[in-house]
T-cell receptor, first 114, second 113 residues
Framework: AQKVTQAQTEISVVEKEDVTLDCVYE???????LFWYKQPPSGELVFLIR????DEQNEISGRYSWNFQKSTSSFNFTITASQVVDSAVYFC???????????WGAGTKLIIKP | TAGITQAPTSQILAAGRSMTLRCTQD?????MYWYRQDLGLGLRLIHY???????GKGEVPDGYSVSRANTDDFPLTLASAVPSQTSVYFC????????????FGQGTRLTVV
C-alpha cells in the first residue's frame, strides 16, 4: 500500500543553520509523483516542488534543495542558511499514476529561532 | 489571479445543522478535491472530482456530499453536522489529475458545537 513517512515531527534550529527534512515513501507503482508543500503559520498550503519517478536529478532552488533517491525511497528536503521566514509545517506527498489522491505525510514542523 | 476561493473562511455551526462549504476555481482545472486537516493527522481526502459531472469518495467521505455541476465549482455539504467534523477544510484543484501539483484554497475553519 502507498504510504508517506515524515519521521521528524518537529525540528528546531537557529537561524542560518542548514536543516534537512526527511521523507520516505512506499509505492508499488513504477510511475509516481512526489511533492513538497509548505504550510506557514497563516495556514495556506504552498506548493514547493514536484518530481516524477523517472527523474532522479536533484533540484536546487535558491536556498532550497531536494534529494530524490529511488534506491532508498526517499525525497529529502534541505534548507540552506535557514531564515525565520522558513518556519512552517512542511508536508511531503505522493501520487501514483493509478490513483486519484495525494497521500500525505504527517508533516514536519520546522522552527527557526532568531 | 484568484486561483481557488473558499467561503466562508470560518464558521461555528450547531450540531445537527447543515452547511455548505463553497469552493470556486478560475484555472479551468479538471480535477478538484476536498481535504480535511486535523492536528497530527495531516490532510485526508474527503471527496474528489476528476471532471465536471463526476465525483468520487476519498478516505473519509462519511457525513459529507459533493457535487460538480460545472468546471469551476465544487461545493461540500455537511447534511447534519457532528462535533467530530470540527476541522480545517481545504479545497484544491489540479490539471491532469495529480500528475501535476494541486493548488489549494485558503481553508475554512469549521467548529461544530
Amino acid at each position: 500500500a502507498q504510504k508517506v513517512t515524515q519521521a521528524q515531527t518537529e525540528i528546531s534550529v537557529v537561524e542560518k543553520e542548514d536543516v534537512t527534512l526527511d521523507c520516505v515513501y512506499e509505492t508499488r507503482d513504477t510511475t509516481y509523483y512526489l511533492f513538497w508543500y509548505k504550510q506557514p503559520p497563516s495556514g495556506e498550503l504552498v506548493f514547493l516542488i514536484r518530481r516524477n519517478s523517472f527523474d532522479e536529478q536533484n533540484e536546487i532552488s535558491g536556498r532550497y534543495s531536494w534529494n530524490f533517491q529511488k534506491s532508498t525511497s526517499s525525497f529529502n528536503f534541505t534548507i540552506t542558511a535557514s531564515q525565520v521566514v522558513d518556519s512552517a509545517v512542511y508536508f511531503c506527498a505522493l501520487s501514483e499514476d493509478s490513483n486519484y489522491q495525494l497521500i500525505w505525510g504527517a508533516g514536519t514542523k520546522l522552527i527557526i529561532k532568531p | 489571479t484568484a486561483g481557488i476561493t473558499q467561503a466562508p473562511t470560518s464558521q461555528i455551526l450547531a450540531a445537527g445543522r447543515s452547511m455548505t462549504l463553497r469552493c470556486t476555481q478560475d484555472m479551468r482545472h479538471n480535477a478538484m478535491y476536498w481535504y480535511r486537516q486535523d492536528l497530527g493527522l495531516g490532510l485526508r481526502l474527503i471527496h474528489y472530482s476528476n471532471t465536471a459531472g463526476t465525483t468520487g469518495k476519498g478516505e473519509v467521505p462519511d457525513g459529507y456530499s459533493v457535487s460538480r455541476a460545472n468546471t469551476d465549482d465544487f461545493p461540500l455539504t455537511l447534511a447534519s453536522a457532528v462535533p467530530s467534523q470540527t476541522s480545517v477544510y481545504f479545497c484544491a484543484s489540479s490539471d491532469s489529475g495529480l500528475r501535476t501539483e494541486a493548488f489549494f484554497g485558503q481553508g475554512t475553519r469549521l467548529t461544530v458545537v
